[in-house]
């Protein structure tokens, strides 16, 4: 694995998330990427180095590979709690600052995260586990054997229900949801 640039305001930010975590986990691009909200390859040209042919046939360190922009680095400075100035400005040689411009610490990642944290793992991981259930139904049927991988499904939700409970304001709202879409004639 490449060791993460810390010559660009991403990859500094990178770098220190992981500070933050050590000896626990580890950031990696993809699990950065997912943090805010970006593809693994957008990261991984946040964080390369464009060179520029220089006088004498020199390189020189041109900047990023892509440029950062206003909306992304809105999403990070909101996902992190880095300061959105901090991630726009050229200086690279500036300390990580938070959004208040004090130095950027591990309670202010735990703070934005938390704040940030729920709607985005419904958003993320529902998704993801919601697909794999389309997968395993679609496979399923073509073999004949729904209602075994309904009923096994179904089992699995109501001991996942059992251990852990569930959202009844969610549940309700969904259930809104469904019923004003059959009754204008939509399908949800």
């Known amino acids: 694995m490449k060791p993460i640039s810390k010559k660009h305001k991403v990859g ?11 000896p626990r ?14 593809s693994r390859d957008t990261v991984v040209s946040l964080e390369a180095t464009k060179w520029v042919r220089a006088a004498k046939g020199r390189k020189r360190d041109g900047g990023p590979r892509l440029r950062l922009s206003p909306s992304l680095a809105y999403r990070i400075a909101r996902a992190t709690g880095v300061s959105l100035p901090w991630l726009l400005d050229n200086d690279r040689d ?19 995260t938390k704040h940030f944290g729920k709607r985005k793992f419904l958003r993320n991981y529902v998704g993801r586990v919601h697909a794999q259930i389309e997968e395993i139904m679609s496979s399923a049927i073509e073999k004949g054997l729904a209602a075994e991988a309904v009923m096994k499904i179904e089992r699995f939700l109501a001991q996942g229900r059992r251990e852990f409970g569930w959202d009844f304001e969610l549940r309700e709202r969904r259930m809104l949801e469904q ?9 949800s």
């Open 12 to 22: 500094q930010l990178h770098a220190r998330l992981n500070d933050f975590v050590k």
């Open 25 to 38: 986990a580890y950031y990696d691009q993809k699990d950065f990427a997912e943090l805010i909200g970006c």
């Open 94 to 112: 500036a300390p990580i600052v938070n959004y208040a411009g004090r130095p950027y610490t591990k309670e202010d990642f735990k703070r934005a």
């Open 179 to 187: 019923a004003s879409g059959l009754a204008t004639g939509r399908r």
